[in-house]
């Protein structure tokens, strides 16, 4: 009986499984931690850097999400709701700590010493971003986040996000390329 439910559990749709967590069904709110867990901890290990603040960012990501899963209202995208909580629990981690944001390029292997050279320095010109620059850019170039889901998870508007990255790529393409600063 047992294996029927988790069977049946797999063939469900995101917002069936959520409707089940809200009905304080274990097993789907298991589905929903399997299903998010990597990529919420890929998205806290560049906001927080440190492997272990990233693993309690998202233990309290889903600790909130279980206490206030009856809250979602299918508005709009689950993910963009979970990030959002994501966000706010690394904001908040960030805040108390007082320490520097920093953003590790971790996917990204170098074959040579200038490939390796480049990857340090674009770490370093993101993470001298303003955070909300930073943020806006990580979730849109690199967890591909659409602009309004981006909106979503920040609460601000679309044109904000746009604005942002806009303005983090000119940040960015100034401090990689010192001669694209003097053609402008």
């Not at 063939?11 to 097993?27: A, S, T």
């Not at 399997?34 to 600790?63: G, N």
């Not at 944001?101 to 990857?119: C, G, H, M, N, R």
Request: glycine content about 4%; hydrophobic content about 40%; some cysteine.
């Amino acid at each position: 009986m047992s294996n029927r439910i988790n069977k049946g559990l797999t063939w469900m749709n995101e917002n069936q499984i959520i409707r089940r967590c809200q009905r304080h069904d274990l097993k789907a709110y298991k589905m929903i931690y399997e299903r998010y867990e990597q990529p919420l901890l890929h998205t806290a290990q560049r906001m927080l850097q440190q492997k272990q603040d990233a693993e309690d960012a998202v233990q309290m990501t889903f600790l909130k999400l279980y206490r206030g899963i009856k809250n979602y209202r299918f508005g709009s995208k689950f993910s963009s709701y979970l990030f959002k909580i994501l966000m706010n629990v690394c904001f908040d981690m960030l805040k108390k700590k007082g320490k520097a944001k920093v953003v590790s390029i971790d996917d990204y292997t170098p074959s040579s010493k200038q490939e390796f050279a480049l990857k340090i320095q674009l770490e370093n010109s993101i993470n001298a971003l303003p955070e909300r620059m930073r943020v806006c850019f990580l979730l849109y170039a690199v967890e591909q986040f659409k602009l309004r889901e981006i909106a979503q998870i920040l609460d601000i508007s679309t044109g904000g996000v746009k604005s942002n990255i806009y303005h983090a790529k000119m940040k960015l393409r100034g401090m990689l390329n010192p001669t694209y600063v003097e053609e402008q």
